[in-house]
């Protein structure tokens, strides 16, 4: 009989007033019997719509019955099957907007709790010491890979499955992209991504770090010098956008890339002393923007000692953009919300550093071109916060690093690469997916775009 509850078997966190001092994982996730609880949810239907709603397509009820049965290891096999990076995508991928929210057991009552059972897996395999090194024979073919975001990995594993000669160019010294410079230890420990990223090299993938393609080699050196016959470029969305208003040019104004960077990947967070790229110590932080990059650069301000962090958003709670479980962590660890704020100018004082955030109250309009409601300033309602640090985080493009040095590949007016649903390009042999052809998304998407591309390197290289 499955298990009818109505709800999810809840994970173990660690307690908000707790967590908010310090950068350890703030979900504990599940013991083999909670797991085996959960999974007795899962009602293995013959259409499982889950796995439409899974970009990476991971045959869900089959990993998921292999739980029941307590054979982890053919779960671990047929998740990493399908997926290069399940220790990842268990932690951060919406869940509740792609498979869960196919879950028919969320009609009546929670889905099943997909990711919390891929982490489950995953976790167990690395702990174990499990790696699945399943590659066909290797086919003599090479192919680069720009970028070693969730999209060039993904990518880099599927075709080093095939047998491909796979070279990943990464620009920073460390792999893993967002990973490993954005998403904060707290939600997602950088051993975690190392360890995937290990995996990968196990199956013969190798990486290239402090590789800027565009500068040290371009794409077309790669294609007529170096012998590589494809080139998949996963060069992410990392150029921030301003709030543009007085003042962003301040001591104490990071954009949230650069906060989040300086914190995780250069460890900041481990105190002046012990990294080679600290932060200012900051009382009162006002980060500007509501989306999930703010509610970390939020988390992790609060976490680095700050009394106050304010979230400074023009539009109301129901509009916030961030996914519902961070905000309301957010809002769990003492992160103060602005709601229906804007933020007008920063002021500076005599050393130069920012000591005010002048804003002014909005109030929702009719809707605009997105749909969502137009904030519209309150006349009068001026009024400033103090502050010694402000983090605009307000979304971000592609670098026009690639664009500009490789001749006929088509972008569009936000930057972003032109792809087909295939992932290619309007330069042969190149394809492109991920946050460089998208713009700013998810990890899942950007796996997934991967995913295909990769499928569409084999055809293009077997029919070349
Ligand atoms: C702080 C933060 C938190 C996020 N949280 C979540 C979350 O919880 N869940 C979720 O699903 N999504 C989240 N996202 C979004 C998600 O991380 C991205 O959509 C995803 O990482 C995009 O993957 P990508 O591989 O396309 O690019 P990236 O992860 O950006 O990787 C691109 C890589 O390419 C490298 N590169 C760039 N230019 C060059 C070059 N010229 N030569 C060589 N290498 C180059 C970069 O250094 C980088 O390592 C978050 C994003 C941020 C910034």
Redesign the pocket.
């Known amino acids: 009989m499955p298990n009818m509850s109505l709800t999810k078997v809840k994970m173990a966190e660690q307690e908000p007033n707790v967590r908010n001092a310090n950068f350890l994982e703030v979900a504990q996730g599940y013991t083999l019997e909670q797991a085996k609880e959960e999974a007795e949810r899962c009602l293995n239907c013959k259409n499982a719509m889950c796995v439409q709603g899974c970009p990476v397509n991971v045959p869900i009820p089959e990993f998921i019955a292999k739980i029941r049965e307590e054979d982890l290891a053919g779960a671990y096999k047929i998740l990493s099957n399908a997926n290069a990076l399940p220790a990842v995508s268990g932690r951060?991928?919406?869940q509740e907007t792609q498979c869960e929210s196919k879950c028919i057991r969320g009609i009546k009552g929670e889905p099943v709790a997909i990711g919390r059972l891929e982490r489950f897996v995953a976790d167990w395999a690395r702990e174990n010491g499990i790696v699945n090194l399943d590659c066909a024979e290797a086919n003599g073919h090479k192919v680069a890979v720009?970028?070693?975001?969730?999209?060039?990995?993904t990518c880099a594993g599927e075709l080093a499955r095939k047998g491909y000669d796979v070279t990943v160019?990464?620009?920073?010294h460390v792999?893993?992209?967002?990973?490993?410079?954005?998403?904060p230890e707290f939600?997602l420990p950088k051993e975690i991504v190392n360890k995937e990223v290990e995996n990968l090299v196990k199956m013969g993938v190798k990486i290239e770090t402090n590789?800027?393609?565009?500068?040290v080699l371009s794409i077309d050196e790669l294609i007529e010098e170096m012998g590589f016959e494809a080139v998949f470029i996963?060069?992410?969305?990392?150029l921030p956008m301003f709030a543009q208003i007085p003042g962003e040019s301040l001591c104490g104004v990071y954009s949230?890339?650069e906060y989040?960077t300086r914190i995780n990947l250069m460890k900041a967070f481990r105190g002046a002393d012990n990294c080679d790229t600290p932060v200012l110590e900051s009382q009162s932080v006002a980060v500007i923007g509501g989306g999930?990059?703010a509610m970390?650069a939020a988390r992790c301000a609060k976490r680095m000692g700050a009394k106050e962090v304010h979230i400074v958003y023009r539009r109301g709670e129901a509009e916030l953009p961030a996914?519902k479980e961070?905000v309301h962590h957010a809002m769990e660890e003492g992160i103060i919300f602005d709601f229906l704020t804007a933020p007008v100018s920063i002021e500076g004082d005599e050393k130069g550093r920012a000591c005010k955030l002048h804003c002014v109250k909005m109030e929702l309009g009719e809707p605009d071109a997105s749909g969502r409601r137009r904030p519209i300033p309150v006349e009068g309602s001026d009024f400033a916060i103090e502050v010694d640090t402000v983090i605009p985080s307000l979304g971000?493009s592609p670098?026009p690093?690639?664009r500009s040095t490789t001749p006929g590949l088509d972008t569009n007016k936000k930057g972003c690469i032109v792809t087909g649903e295939d992932g290619s390009t309007s330069r042969a042999a190149v394809f492109a997916?991920?946050?460089?052809s998208t713009g700013?998304?998810?990890?899942?998407?950007?796996m997934g775009?991967?995913k295909t591309a990769a499928a569409s390197i084999d055809e293009y290289l077997k029919n070349k």
Do not use: H, Q
């Not at 792999?175 to 954005?182: E, F, I, K, T």
């Not at 590789?211 to 500068?215: A, E, L, P, R």
């Not at 700013?440 to 950007?446: D, P, Q, S, W």
């Open positions: 951060v991928c919406p720009i970028g070693s975001g969730p999209a060039g990995l160019f990464e620009a920073l792999a893993g992209g967002v990973l490993s410079y954005g998403i939600r590789m800027v393609i565009g500068k996963g060069s992410g969305a990392g949230a890339n989040l999930n990059v970390d996914r961070e971000t670098n690093l690639i997916g991920g946050d460089a700013a998304a998810t990890v899942i998407l950007a775009a991967g």
